[in-house]
């Protein structure tokens, strides 16, 4: 049996627990057994109750906009193929500026790395201040006709600011948008991505699981 360390694939979504992260006034996740083998029943089966939007999920156009897709009608090539990772060294948000010098192309798949994936995961109290994009950048990428985007922590627009403008900005323009990732183990670069959310039927938001494997 050969192996090639190299060639392993990463796992860039967060684990799902009870107490988790989550966005303000969104439900609270909540795991709970309902048939218990330490009860003496003769398997394990759980309840599990939580939102569409935390952890690793996506959002599909119907999220804001209402002639939009959902989820469940996503082609899969949006989040399986070629994708780059792209190290954000600002603090506070993506700026145009910053993203220039990247050459993002037609139909690229982004996953943005920033400060978020080292500070924000670290803590279950929702860290407000996080590493967003604003409604400026997200028109910029809405014009480059970006495939997908990735963003790690739990909304492409900030936290009451921009919110609503990057949705509609993105969603509008048909982009396929992944949240909630931990990149810090992973360097900038090219990668094969897979991410796939849950199929609910008309979901304008799904839990998802998402790897890399280095290119
Ligand atoms: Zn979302």
New binding site residues.
């Given amino acids: 049996m050969t192996r090639n360390k190299k060639q392993n694939w990463l796992d860039v979504s967060v684990l799902i627990k009870t107490g988790m992260v989550h966005w303000p006034n969104d439900p609270a996740v909540d795991i709970r057994p309902f048939k218990s083998t330490a009860k003496g029943d003769s398997c394990n089966v759980s309840t599990v109750s939580m939102g569409t939007?935390t952890g690793t999920?996506?959002?599909p156009p119907f999220?804001f906009i209402p002639t939009g897709k959902t989820l469940d009608q996503m082609p899969l090539e949006a989040t399986i193929g070629p994708a780059r990772v792209i190290e954000i060294k600002d603090r506070e948000s993506i700026k145009v500026e910053e993203l220039r010098r990247h050459r993002i192309q037609r139909g690229e798949r982004i996953l943005f790395k920033t400060v978020n994936s080292a500070r924000c995961w670290k803590t279950d109290q929702f860290q407000k201040d996080f590493v967003h994009i604003p409604a400026d950048t997200a028109r910029f990428l809405a014009k480059q006709k970006v495939r997908t985007i990735g963003v790690d922590y739990?909304?492409i627009g900030g936290f009451k600011k921009d919110g609503a403008e990057t949705h509609r900005a993105l969603l509008g323009a048909g982009v396929w948008?992944i949240?909630g990732l931990n990149l810090s183990k992973v360097r900038p670069g090219r990668y094969q991505l897979i991410c796939l959310p849950i199929k609910i039927l008309a979901a304008h938001?799904a839990p998802a699981r998402a790897v890399l494997k280095p290119l």
Avoid: A, N, P
Wanted: proline content about 0%.
């Fill in positions: 939007h999920h996506m959002d999220h739990l909304s948008v949240e938001g």
